[in-house]
């Protein structure tokens, strides 16, 4: 008797399953592609900002002020803009205001938002000064603003231009001493003490001496505030022009 034959049917085997290797690949492609976008970002970013990134992967958490390192990485030292003049502007008022010594000349202290950046103008008075009469000397109010504005100016990469002006009435002396070396004379004054307190050597770019042609009121030309020292805090950008705003601290 012949035996059948036996039929052996063998079933295809599937292909192996890849798991989640391939996620782990992806990952990794997403990060590499974000890593050189941001290389590419900082490649045209300006120094201030290069320098600003680099300071907070050193100092991430801010704390370099309690240890005495770098602060490039904090908030206080990025570029002043004209997007964000106006963080600056409220930091200074508020450490005037903070400053029992200061409080009775605050007043005497303009902040204006101006196309060339944040100027801050020291306004003599009939009642407040911040330098002897007739002198470049620097009185005790003039020294103690000129610490506490370098201290914060200081600290970003700003650069800073100071002028002198006078006042119309002529200077008594006979030496052939005027206006023009008084005005000129306070603005280096004020440069010394706030680089002697805090701005950094190159960071003064001009220093002007007036007079009194340009007066703050044309129309009293004796008034006392016509004698101030303005500091101007320069945008490091080139966007567009800001509207002039003043602001009187109270």
């Keep these: 008797m012949t035996q059948p ?9 599937h292909a192996a399953h890849h798991g989640g290797a391939w996620k782990v690949a992806y990952a ?7 890593a050189l976008f941001i290389v590419l970002w900082l490649m045209s970013s300006s120094d201030a900002v290069r320098r600003a990134v680099a300071g907070y992967f050193s100092d991430p958490r801010g704390r370099s002020a309690d240890t005495g390192t770098d602060r490039s990485g904090t908030a206080d030292n990025l570029p002043v803009t004209k997007e ?18 200061l409080k009775s000349i605050s007043s005497q202290v303009e902040m204006t938002v101006t196309p060339e950046g944040l100027r801050i ?6 009642n407040g000064t911040f330098f002897e009469s007739g002198s470049s000397q620097l009185n005790t ?3 103690e603003l000129l610490k506490l504005l370098a201290a914060q100016m200081g600290k970003i990469p700003n650069s800073l231009s100071i002028e002198g002006h006078t006042d ?25 003490m706030m680089q002697d307190a805090g701005l950094r050597a190159n960071q003064v770019s001009q220093v002007r001496g ?12 004796l008034d006392p505030s016509n004698r101030r020292i303005s500091l101007i805090v320069q945008y490091l950008d080139s966007g567009p022009e800001a509207p002039a705003s003043p602001v009187m601290l109270k």
């Design 168 to 192: 119309s009435k002529p200077f008594s002396a006979t030496s052939g001493y005027s206006n023009w070396e008084l005005s000129t004379d306070r603005a280096n004054a004020a440069r010394r």
């Design 210 to 221: 007036y007079a009194d042609q340009r007066l703050r009121l044309p129309q009293s030309p």
């Design 84 to 101: 964000n003049i106006s963080q600056l502007k409220d930091r200074l008022e508020s450490s005037i205001h903070k400053m029992n010594d």
């Design 121 to 126: 103008d020291m306004l003599e008075s009939k």
């Design 5 to 13: 034959p036996i039929i052996i049917k063998r079933r295809a085997a």
């Design 28 to 34: 990794d492609f997403v990060t590499a592609m974000m």
């Design 141 to 143: 109010n003039g020294v």
